[in-house]
């Protein structure tokens, strides 16, 4: 079953979308559309691991990551698809959160594990002293999980982009980034005349200037890349009423569910940058919906959020029931 999504090429959709009065033409590259719940990069980083591409055994796949961890996500719904078994570390406790409860669900288990391993774990390249893989069948996958294997599975949105007669030689790639490693492996990549614009979702100094280091390395010069901003953002976990009632417009509009904290708040930022006025741009669209579920959680009084909730519960229901069909 896990072939047929190895093998899909999401689609292209141009879209109008409504920006201070105007109607911006931009590209969705639909990534979501493999599936709600592991598509967008957390797939493209993760198809080609040999767990899923070319595994014929079970085994037991080992990660680490937040309560609220797409990728955790993701790896357990393509672990069930593949028929191996998760175990995540996670420094979450007693109030599972539902993600956390979505992954049991589909097979995986948690251990508790403190901030400083997770601290430790982070600075090691490659797997931790603490990993054993001495029977064989145990993977350790790395936080984000990119590697080696990565690089193939996100060039594939440039090769795809780069054979469809609708793009335009001065395109713009406009992405969020968490980590930076599919920001990285989609700048390797780029055409000589393409650009990327890159919103850092983590509201950090250090993590912008990181970016920006990280990618300066892979396009020298600043005229092919730019570190997008949002005023007042708070990053992962926090949005305002305007990127709400943007997400909401834009869904009106387009019927696209974008997520609030990476691709809704990249696309909102470039419009905001005024590069429409000069570029022609193209969304990844990473998927992430369910996040709309994690912000219902936090009680915000907004009829649109209640809104944009309940199209996020559909299309993750759906695909979860697709799953187990």
């Given at each position: 079953?896990?072939?047929?999504?190895?093998?899909?090429?999401?689609?292209?959709?141009?879209?109008?979308?409504?920006?201070?009065?105007?109607?911006?033409?931009i590209a969705?590259?639909?990534?979501?559309?493999?599936?709600?719940?592991?598509?967008?990069?957390?797939?493209?980083?993760?198809?080609?691991?040999?767990?899923?591409?070319?595994?014929?055994?079970?085994?037991?796949?080992?990660s680490?990551?937040?309560?609220?961890?797409?990728?955790?996500?993701?790896?357990?719904?393509?672990?069930?698809?593949?028929?191996?078994?998760?175990?995540?570390?996670?420094?979450?406790s007693?109030?599972?959160?539902?993600?956390?409860?979505?992954?049991?669900?589909?097979?995986?288990?948690?251990t508790?594990?403190?901030?400083?391993?997770?601290?430790?774990?982070?600075?090691?390249?490659?797997?931790?002293?603490?990993?054993?893989?001495?029977?064989?069948?145990?993977?350790?996958?790395?936080?984000?999980?990119g590697?080696?294997?990565?690089?193939?599975?996100?060039?594939?949105?440039?090769?795809?982009?780069?054979?469809?007669?609708?793009?335009?030689?001065?395109?713009?790639?406009?992405?969020?980034?968490?980590?930076?490693?599919?920001?990285?492996?989609l700048?390797?990549?780029?055409?000589?005349?393409?650009?990327?614009?890159?919103?850092?979702?983590?509201?950090?100094?250090?993590?912008?200037?990181?970016?920006?280091?990280?990618?300066?390395?892979?396009?020298?010069?600043?005229?092919?890349?730019?570190?997008?901003?949002?005023?007042?953002?708070?990053?992962?976990?926090?949005?305002?009423?305007?990127?709400?009632?943007?997400?909401?417009?834009?869904?009106?509009?387009?019927?696209?569910?974008?997520?609030?904290f990476y691709?809704?708040?990249?696309?909102?930022?470039?419009?905001?940058?005024?590069?429409?006025?000069?570029?022609?741009?193209?969304?990844?669209?990473?998927?992430?919906?369910?996040?709309?579920?994690?912000?219902?959680?936090?009680?915000?009084?907004?009829?649109?959020?209640?809104?944009?909730?309940?199209?996020?519960?559909?299309?993750?229901?759906?695909?979860?029931?697709?799953?187990?069909?």
């Open positions: 079953m896990l072939r047929q999504f190895i093998d899909t090429r999401s689609p292209l959709q141009w879209k109008l979308v409504p920006f201070e009065g105007e109607k911006v033409k969705f590259k639909r990534d979501d559309l493999v599936n709600a719940v592991f598509g967008g990069n957390k797939f493209r980083k993760l198809k080609y691991h040999p767990s899923f591409s070319n595994s014929s055994s079970s085994r037991t796949l080992v680490m990551g937040g309560g609220y961890s797409n990728l955790l996500l993701a790896l357990a719904a393509l672990a069930k698809l593949s028929g191996h078994s998760c175990r995540f570390f996670t420094t979450h007693a109030e599972d959160t539902y993600l956390m409860n979505w992954c049991r669900v589909l097979g995986a288990s948690f508790r594990a403190s901030r400083a391993d997770f601290r430790n774990w982070r600075a090691v390249v490659g797997t931790p002293d603490f990993f054993n893989e001495r029977d064989g069948k145990v993977t350790w996958i790395p936080e984000g999980g590697g080696d294997w990565s690089g193939r599975g996100v060039g594939e949105i440039i090769d795809e982009l780069a054979i469809g007669p609708s793009i335009d030689d001065d395109v713009e790639l406009i992405t969020g980034a968490g980590t930076g490693i599919t920001a990285g492996f700048a390797a990549k780029l055409p000589p005349t393409w650009s990327i614009f890159i919103f850092p979702a983590i509201a950090s100094s250090n993590f912008s200037n990181m970016l920006s280091e990280k990618i300066g390395k892979i396009l020298p010069g600043k005229s092919r890349f730019v570190i997008g901003r949002l005023s007042g953002d708070k990053g992962i976990g926090a949005v305002d009423e305007e990127i709400i009632r943007f997400a909401h417009s834009v869904f009106v509009q387009t019927g696209i569910l974008l997520d609030p691709n809704g708040k990249a696309l909102y930022s470039w419009l905001k940058s005024g590069r429409w006025k000069e570029k022609s741009g193209v969304l990844i669209h990473s998927g992430g919906v369910q996040a709309w579920i994690g912000l219902s959680n936090m009680k915000m009084d907004n009829p649109l959020l209640s809104e944009l909730t309940a199209e996020a519960q559909r299309l993750i229901c759906a695909d979860l029931k697709k799953m187990y069909d």
